[in-house]
C-alpha cells in the first residue's frame, strides 16, 4: 500500500502483510530482550527487521515496536529514543538527524471512517519526516503526514495534518467533524 490507497481485508496483498507482521512482531520481541550492550545483536536484528543494515550514527533504544519493519526508511544521524512504535507498512522516512523522543507512535494504516467500509478495508498514506526534525514525548504522526524541515512536534501532540517547516506544533483536542 502506497499513497492514499485501500487495501482489502483478506485480499492476497493483506494475506503477506499479516505475514510480514507476525514475522516482524517475532523478531522485535526478540530483539526487546536483549541486553542493552549487546551491539552486535541488536544490528543483527534490525538488519532482519529493516532489511538492510542501520544507516551510520543511527540510534534505536528498545524497547522498539514496528509492524512491517520493511517500509521504514532512516537516514544517518537518526535517534530514536525507546517504546517507540511504526506501523510502517505504507512507508515512514525519517530525514538526517531527527531525534524522536520516547514512547512517539508513526501510523501509516488505518480504516475508513464509514461503518460499512470498515471491516473490509484498511486505508493508508505514508510519513515524510524532513531533516532535522524533532519529535516530543508521546507524540503521534498519523497517516499522510508530511513534517518540514527543523520543525518541532511538542510532546502528546497528535499531527493529522501536513506541518510546515521551521514550525512548532502542539495539541491533542478532538472535535467532531463529522456525523453519520
Known amino acids: 500500500m502506497s499513497g492514499d490507497r485501500l487495501m482489502r481485508i483478506h ?3 493483506f494475506q503477506a502483510m499479516a505475514e510480514r507482521v507476525l514475522r516482524a512482531t517475532e523478531l522485535t520481541s526478540r530483539l526487546n530482550v536483549l541486553p ?3 551491539e552486535e545483536g541488536k544490528a543483527e536484528l534490525f538488519e532482519q527487521i529493516l532489511g538492510r543494515p542501520l544507516p551510520a550514527r543511527v540510534t ?3 524497547p522498539f515496536y514496528t509492524d512491517h519493519g520493511l517500509n521504514l526508511e532512516l537516514a544517518e544521524r537518526v535517534f530514536i529514543n525507546q517504546n517507540c512504535t511504526f506501523l510502517d ?3 515512514i522516512r525519517l530525514g538526517e538527524r531527527v531525534m524522536i523522543g520516547p514512547k512517539a507512535t508513526f501510523i501509516t494504516v488505518g480504516h475508513p471512517v464509514d461503518p460499512e467500509e470498515r471491516r473490509g478495508w484498511l486505508s493508508g498514506a505514508p510519513i515524510d519526516v ?3 526534525v524533532w519529535i516530543g514525548a508521546g507524540a503521534m504522526i498519523l497517516p499522510g503526514v508530511s513534517i518540514g524541515r527543523d520543525a518541532v512536534i511538542a510532546a502528546g501532540a497528535v499531527v493529522a495534518d501536513d ?3 521551521a ?3 502542539t495539541g491533542t483536542k478532538a472535535a467532531v467533524h463529522r456525523r453519520w
Do not use: C, H, K
Open 89 to 91: 507498512y505504507a512507508g
Open 130 to 132: 524532513a531533516e532535522n
Open 60 to 62: 534505536i533504544y528498545p
Open 11 to 13: 485480499s492476497a496483498e
Open 163 to 165: 506541518v510546515p517547516p
Open 36 to 38: 542493552f550492550e549487546d
Open 167 to 169: 514550525s512548532l506544533v
